[in-house]
């Protein structure tokens, strides 16, 4: 299995590219489900976890090419000779669930096995499931597989979700596109790549208004055709590389970078002593004179803090001068880099769903490991500060959503390189 290592200590200076949205990725390749027609999506990023959707796809009878080239994935779906999502494929990866509302839609029908736990909490998908069964989907639970049919086809409906859910809403907006009449998602949510699917969608005929706020308005239409769309800006793995100068000192261009994408986030780093500006060609951010303040943070559906960058957060405020309060608001066991943190120094107390982090004047290098995507590359930030040398293992975590990260930071002046076995 890879590592990576990382001998922590220089200031990145520099630009880093930033791709296309995993995502928002993976909800758009199953939108090609919806049509016997060509889609295709450009800006793809490549990514182990697009491969894997693209895999399941595969299985379904769709055709996908351009997996192995990245960039332009070309879809199309017009002979589906599949209906069911295999265990394990979705046990791989939870986004596979987002096949069950398009399998739906256009087949009248769909075999999709329940998720299971995963690292990161329990992640149920019974808002998945109410909303199939709002649009009129009867849904029977049996073998660990959630059995679907809508023998009359789907019918509009209002669905009014009690908590938000980034992949409910994306699989009741792909569904609805196909109903019949008018379906309204309340409390939907709001995501930047729930609007960039809903803008795919409406690229292929769907009818559709209020997205990027929390009431979507579905028209549904009898069939849609093909498009070619590309994929928004990947706003976790800007956050990410954003963190980059900020915990090293340095000063980097994140390109394609956009403000709105990651508006709170660039709040909280303000807040915490780093600069974050405007340019023509993205974001630069850069640390302001003196040491990194102390920040609290609280996790919340967009255009809230996100999830998803919480654990690299968490690797800046370990160096931040003062006492941090992160509380995960989104899922419940999300702090699982915390120990791996302290193994290089960092100070850190979880209770329940509240982290308190004690910012040090320096972490040390030292052998870590990788538990989720999202806290490997917390690892490999708290390394690029570090004093000394870390080898962070069970990398494979990190090729699912940061592609040739070790190239990216590298070419800002990161000491960083894969060693494979
Ligand atoms: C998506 C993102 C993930 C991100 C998360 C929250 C993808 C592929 N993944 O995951 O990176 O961390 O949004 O921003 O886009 N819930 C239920 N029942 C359900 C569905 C969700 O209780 O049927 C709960 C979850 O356990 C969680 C909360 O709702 O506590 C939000 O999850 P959700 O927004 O659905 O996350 P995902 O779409 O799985």
Redesign the pocket.
């Known amino acids: 299995m890879d590592q990576i290592r990382v001998r922590g200590g220089a200031a990145l200076q520099g630009s880093i590219p930033i791709a296309g949205a ?2 928002a990725c ?2 758009l390749m199953p939108a090609t489900l919806l049509t016997d027609e060509p889609l295709t999506l450009t800006n793809a990023p490549r990514l182990s976890d697009i491969s894997t959707m693209g895999a399941l796809l595969g299985s379904l009878g769709a055709e996908v090419a351009g997996l192995q080239e990245g960039r332009v994935l070309a879809l199309s779906s017009h002979a589906l000779t599949g209906s069911r999502a295999d265990y394990d494929i979705v046990r791989k990866m ?2 596979s669930v987002l096949v069950l509302g398009p399998l739906i839609a256009r087949l009248g029908h769909a075999e999709v096995s329940l998720p299971g736990g995963c690292a990161i ?9 109410m909303a199939m069964e709002r649009l009129g989907a009867e849904i029977e639970l049996r073998d660990g597989y959630l059995h679907a049919r809508a023998p009359r086809g789907l019918r509009g409906a209002v669905i009014d979700f009690p ?6 809403t ?1 699989n009741a907006l792909m569904a609805a596109v196909l109903a019949r009449g008018t379906t309204v998602l309340k409390n939907a ?1 709001r ?1 930047p ?1 729930i609007v960039d699917l809903a803008r795919c969608l409406r690229g292929m005929g769907a009818q559709i208004d209020g997205e990027g706020s929390p009431e979507i308005v579905i028209e549904g239409v009898d069939r849609l055709g093909g498009s070619t769309h590309r994929v928004v800006a990947d706003r ?1 793995e800007l956050g990410t590389y954003m963190l980059a100068p900020a915990i090293t000192g340095g000063d980097v261009e994140c390109l394609g970078g956009r403000l709105e994408l990651v508006a709170a986030f660039a709040e909280k780093l303000g807040a915490a002593g780093v600069a974050v500006e405007e340019t023509a060609a993205g974001l630069r951010v850069h640390r302001r004179d003196g040491p990194l303040r102390a920040v609290d943070v609280e996790t919340a ?1 967009f255009p809230g803090f ?3 960058l919480q654990a690299q957060m968490m690797a800046l405020l370990s160096t931040a001068s003062g006492v941090s309060v992160l509380e995960e608001r ?3 066991n999300r702090f699982m880099h915390a120990p791996e943190l302290a193994r290089m120094g960092a100070q850190i107390e979880v209770h329940g769903g509240t982290a308190t982090v004690t910012g040090v004047e320096r972490l040390r290098g030292a052998p870590v490991m990788a538990t989720d995507l999202r806290a490997s590359v917390s690892l490999i930030l708290a390394a690029l500060a570090a004093e000394g040398e870390t080898v962070v293992s069970r990398v494979y975590h990190l090729d699912r959503g940061y592609e040739r990260v070790e190239e990216k930071l590298g070419a800002c002046g990161a000491d960083i390189e894969r060693i494979s076995e």
């Open positions: 995993k995502n993976l909800a939870r986004a909490g329990a992640r149920p998908v019974d808002l998945h499931r908590i938000v859910s980034v992949g409910a994306e949510a995501e790549e976790i559906p996100p999830t998803d989104i899922f419940e």
